[in-house]
């Protein structure tokens, strides 16, 4: 069984165990926007200490078995993000690995496409296609959202649309890049986007790709790759670069946030708190959870490819990098790619509140992580039998997650 989700998951998206090694290329430069005068300083966001409980926090797991995973919808083709406009719809946005992005509405799969930009996107690569989405915190003003896909090139896209006059679809021709960011392999494309607390957007990218972590661009600061980027999308043509993003003076590049990351997978902000989670793939053993309070200051190193969760990868690093350790990890035993979720803050399950939710593409295993008195606890809560490629939630905060195999939308349900 296991040889066989190892081969599911060098045919399919999010490649997590050892890759095939290819030819190293050349390193090519990275194209993008023409950087614009910093924005001055957001507000500050208020702080949730790491080492305390969050606020409304459950202090134990509920009893899963009290808990299933509901099929809401099937007929997805490779669905890869679930999210909402905040419009006050309830609606569901999924973005499909092809370049087709479907609308949920009442439950029912609406026929019309809200974007297909299917013949701009690669899926040649194990890990190519319409990654990841957005929506502008203020979508029902500006109707604009954010799309994160592989070019026809096998490069990164990261581009704004905007919505037409007809709510159910968006104006196919109102594209504008914000970023490109060649790739030098086909997989660890990273993908997701989210906003922050403050308004700005993130973007997760992978290192690049191959095993080893080759060109080491997970630690290279002069690279997108390996990163999550933070820029202001409200300022500018495009974008500019928040004035208090951590590598303003020349030590990097400025839209860095943070680094030393193997392929992101999905990370998000707790909705109540700002806190937030990134879900980072590991490559021979260890899955993680990294972690960063709301407020935190930028530039967290979380070690790739020194570590591979909180263990030596290549080398111990330098005490001087204060390299930032996962809050949790499992090893491939329990499976073999970890899919980031979401942390819990629907009021139908009052009991799950806090807690954060994140899977394994291969095994279908959910586990849930809290903070209790200072102290991580995480515990496998639920076996899905699904291939987990992504958790969203609803306006109302309802939690599904998508089977990238079965092509079914799921939601948890008592």
Same mark, same amino acid.
């Given at each position: 069984?296991?040889?066989l989700l190892l081969?599911?998951?060098?045919?399919?998206?999010?490649? +997590?165990?050892?890759?095939?090694?290819?030819?190293?290329?050349?390193?090519?430069?990275?194209?993008?926007?023409?950087?614009?005068?910093?924005?001055?300083?957001?507000?500050?966001?208020?702080?949730?200490?790491?080492?305390?409980?969050?606020?409304?926090? +459950?202090?134990?797991?509920?009893?899963?078995?009290?808990?299933?995973?509901?099929?809401?919808?099937?007929?997805?083709?490779?669905?890869?993000?679930?999210?909402?406009?905040?419009?006050?719809?309830?609606?569901?946005?999924?973005?499909?690995?092809?370049?087709?992005?479907?609308?949920?509405?009442?439950?029912?799969?609406?026929?019309?496409?809200?974007?297909?930009?299917?013949?701009?996107?690669?899926?040649?690569?194990?890990?190519?296609?319409?990654?990841?989405? +957005?929506?502008?915190?203020?979508?029902?003003?500006?109707?604009?959202?954010?799309?994160?896909?592989?070019?026809?090139?096998?490069?990164?896209?990261?581009?704004?649309?905007?919505?037409?006059?007809?709510a159910y679809q968006?104006?196919?021709?109102?594209?504008?890049?914000?970023?490109?960011?060649?790739?030098?392999?086909?997989?660890?494309?990273?993908?997701?986007?989210?906003?922050?607390?403050?308004?700005?957007?993130?973007?997760?990218?992978?290192?690049?790709?191959?095993?080893?972590?080759?060109?080491?661009?997970?630690?290279?600061?002069?690279?997108?790759?390996?990163?999550?980027?933070?820029?202001?999308?409200?300022?500018? !043509?495009?974008?500019?670069?928040?004035?208090?993003?951590?590598?303003?003076?020349?030590?990097?590049?400025? #839209?860095?946030?943070?680094?030393?990351?193997?392929?992101?997978?999905?990370?998000?902000?707790?909705?109540?708190?700002?806190?937030?989670?990134?879900?980072? $793939?590991?490559?021979?053993?260890?899955?993680?959870?990294?972690?960063?309070?709301?407020?935190? #200051?930028?530039?967290?190193?979380?070690?790739?490819?020194?570590?591979?969760?909180?263990?030596?990868?290549?080398?111990?690093?330098?005490?001087?990098?204060?390299?930032?350790?996962?809050?949790?990890?499992?090893?491939?035993?329990?499976?073999?790619?970890?899919?980031?979720?979401?942390?819990?803050?629907?009021?139908?399950?009052?009991?799950?509140?806090?807690?954060?939710?994140?899977?394994?593409?291969?095994?279908?295993?959910?586990?849930?992580?809290?903070? $209790?008195?200072? !102290?991580?606890?995480?515990?496998?809560?639920?076996?899905?039998?699904?291939?987990?490629?992504?958790?969203?939630i609803d306006e109302?905060?309802?939690?599904?997650?998508?089977?990238?195999?079965?092509?079914?939308?799921?939601?948890?349900?008592?």
């Amino acid at each position: 069984m296991k040889k066989l989700l190892l081969g599911l998951i060098i045919t399919l998206a999010l490649t +997590a165990c050892n890759s095939v090694s290819e030819p190293t290329p050349q390193p090519a430069p990275l194209i993008a926007t023409p950087h614009v005068t910093p924005t001055e300083t957001a507000s500050p966001v208020p702080t949730a200490d790491a080492a305390t409980e969050t606020p409304l926090s +459950a202090k134990t797991f509920p009893d899963p078995m009290l808990y299933h995973w509901e099929i809401v919808e099937k007929g997805f083709d490779q669905p890869l993000d679930i999210q909402h406009a905040g419009d006050g719809s309830n609606r569901l946005f999924i973005a499909e690995r092809g370049g087709r992005i479907r609308i949920l509405e009442n439950d029912l799969l609406i026929d019309e496409l809200f974007l297909d930009i299917s013949k701009k996107v690669r899926t040649n690569g194990s890990e190519q296609g319409l990654l990841g989405l +957005a929506f502008h915190p203020d979508y029902v003003e500006n109707g604009f959202f954010f799309i994160n896909y592989t070019d026809l090139n096998g490069n990164t896209v990261i581009a704004r649309y905007q919505v037409s006059g007809n709510a159910y679809q968006a104006d196919a021709k109102s594209e504008a890049v914000l970023l490109h960011i060649e790739q030098p392999y086909g997989n660890h494309n990273g993908g997701g986007l989210a906003f922050g607390p403050e308004g700005f957007l993130y973007i997760g990218l992978g290192d690049g790709g191959s095993a080893d972590d080759p060109q080491g661009n997970g630690q290279n600061l002069d690279t997108y790759l390996g990163k999550i980027l933070r820029i202001d999308v409200d300022g500018g !043509e495009t974008f500019v670069v928040p004035a208090d993003n951590p590598f303003l003076k020349g030590e990097g590049l400025p #839209e860095i946030w943070a680094y030393g990351l193997r392929n992101p997978w999905r990370f998000s902000f707790d909705s109540l708190t700002g806190d937030l989670y990134i879900a980072d $793939v590991g490559q021979d053993i260890w899955e993680e959870i990294s972690f960063l309070p709301a407020g935190a #200051e930028g530039g967290a190193n979380f070690g790739w490819n020194f570590m591979e969760g909180n263990h030596i990868f290549l080398q111990e690093p330098p005490a001087s990098l204060g390299v930032i350790g996962a809050v949790a990890e499992y090893d491939h035993d329990d499976g073999c790619s970890v899919t980031g979720g979401v942390v819990y803050r629907g009021e139908e399950f009052p009991e799950w509140q806090g807690v954060y939710f994140y899977g394994d593409f291969c095994s279908g295993q959910v586990w849930g992580l809290l903070n $209790v008195d200072g !102290e991580w606890q995480s515990e496998s809560v639920f076996f899905t039998g699904t291939l987990i490629s992504s958790f969203g939630i609803d306006e109302e905060g309802s939690l599904y997650l998508a089977d990238y195999n079965k092509e079914i939308l799921y939601r948890l349900s008592k």
